[in-house]
């Protein structure tokens, strides 16, 4: 009795080398693949990961490193020293007298302050920001003097609790700054440097009682006030 012939077995067995090959081409095709990479590498951006991690793989690398404090710049800066208040009062009568040359200009000292205050009718034109005519060059020349100290200068404008009746003005309280501000803008021209706080205080610093015309156009003045050392604190001391 003849032996029965086994069935083969199907080709697929026979076929598993090519899942080899084709994982090694894979892995060739990698390889190349790094080598070619590492061969165009970009040192700047190699540099870069190379320093994320060894800082991150450095155990010392979260340490915290305890220092004293150092810093040699001073906090706050503190302004320089005014002149004396009574040799500025000399200083500045003498230039007013020299220079400025406008009729009913005093000069006067308070605790912490040398004051010049200065008619409105010497400078401007009635209830007017206009300037008289040359009062812009004498303020200016008076500036000279005002740009050679250290301190603090402060423009503040008067007016009396007459009406204003003009259509420019609704009111002294905006006459009284417009003519602050414009005498400060002449003194900053001529060459003053430093920080001006200009203040408008219409009629507020005045009583309201009858005046005689004459008080009346006292009233009405602009006064520039040097503040002494102790009293450059700060804009709001003229107050």
Do not use: C
Not at 154 to 181: K, Y
Not at 211 to 236: C, H, M, W
């Amino acid at each position: 009795m003849g032996k029965i012939a086994q069935p083969q077995e199907s080709g697929s067995a026979n076929g598993g080398w090519m899942l080899t090959f084709a994982d090694l081409l894979a892995l060739m095709l990698t390889f190349f693949v790094l080598v070619f990479s590492m061969s165009t590498i970009h040192h700047d951006s190699w540099n870069d990961v190379v320093e994320t991690m060894r800082d991150q793989f450095d155990p010392n690398y979260s340490a915290i490193a305890q220092r004293d404090f150092e810093h040699n710049q001073a906090v706050a800066i503190t302004s320089g020293v005014g002149l004396n208040l009574n040799y500025l009062k000399a200083l500045v009568e003498r230039d007013l007298n020299r220079n400025l040359q406008l009729p009913g200009v005093t000069v006067h000292r308070e605790r912490d302050r040398v004051i010049v205050s200065i008619p409105a009718s010497s400078l401007f034109e009635n209830k007017s920001g206009q300037f008289m005519g040359g009062v812009p060059k004498k303020l200016k020349q008076f500036s000279g003097s005002l740009t050679q100290i250290k301190n603090k200068l402060v423009i503040a404008s008067h007016t009396n609790d007459l009406p204003i009746s003009s259509q420019r003005f609704r009111s002294n309280w905006e006459l009284s700054v417009t003519r602050a501000q414009l005498v400060a803008g002449v003194i900053a021209d001529a060459g003053y440097a430093l920080p001006l706080t200009v203040v408008g205080h219409a009629d507020s610093k005045f009583g309201r009682t009858r005046a005689t015309a004459r008080e009346l156009d006292a009233q009405e003045r602009i006064d520039f006030v040097i503040l002494g050392e102790a009293g450059a604190k700060g804009p709001f001391d003229v107050f």
